[in-house]
């Protein structure tokens, strides 16, 4: 003859609660910042320089001295006979200026605040978080 026992048994089951929350603002703000650029402007002067000069060869080829570039300036001249001469020379100096122009640049930057908020405390709403 068989006794029935009582057995037991258990049972688990899980269940999510909330405690609380976190909020993340990201906030972009917007700065002008005076950005000193140098410029660099080029100028010529330009002098045209008397030389009257026979020369054997053909044109003299261009030079520099410094700075300045020197073109040679020929024109053919009746003599006994055809010979070159140079008339006149450019003088082309080159002259830098630099001048310092502030532009203003817009710079951003990312900030982030979080707050955290617990279950039983209301947003900003009013509404309790669940």
Same mark, same amino acid.
């Given at each position: 003859?068989?006794?029935?026992?009582?057995?037991?048994?258990?049972?688990?089951?899980?269940?999510?609660? !909330?405690?609380?929350?976190?909020?993340?603002?990201?906030? #972009?703000?917007?700065?002008?910042?005076?950005?000193?650029?140098?410029?660099?402007?080029? !100028?010529?002067?330009?002098?045209?320089?008397?030389?009257?000069?026979?020369?054997?060869?053909?044109?003299?080829?261009?030079?520099?001295?410094? $700075?300045?570039?020197?073109?040679?300036?020929?024109?053919? &001249?009746? &003599?006994?006979?055809?010979?070159?001469?140079?008339?006149?020379?450019?003088?082309?100096?080159?002259?830098?200026?630099?001048?310092?122009?502030?532009?203003?640049?817009?710079?951003?930057?990312?900030?982030?605040? #979080?707050?955290?908020?617990?279950? $039983?405390?209301? $947003?900003?709403?009013?509404?309790?978080?669940?």
């Amino acid at each position: 003859m068989t006794i029935p026992v009582i057995e037991e048994r258990v049972h688990l089951d899980k269940q999510v609660v !909330e405690k609380g929350s976190v909020r993340i603002i990201k906030v #972009v703000n917007e700065q002008e910042v005076p950005v000193n650029i140098p410029l660099i402007q080029e !100028e010529h002067d330009i002098q045209r320089v008397p030389v009257n000069q026979y020369v054997d060869t053909p044109p003299p080829p261009i030079r520099y001295e410094g $700075d300045t570039m020197i073109i040679p300036i020929v024109q053919e &001249v009746m &003599v006994v006979e055809k010979r070159l001469m140079v008339v006149e020379e450019l003088h082309i100096t080159k002259n830098r200026v630099q001048t310092n122009d502030v532009q203003h640049v817009s710079l951003r930057r990312e900030e982030i605040r #979080v707050e955290r908020l617990s279950a $039983d405390q209301p $947003d900003q709403q009013g509404n309790a978080q669940v």
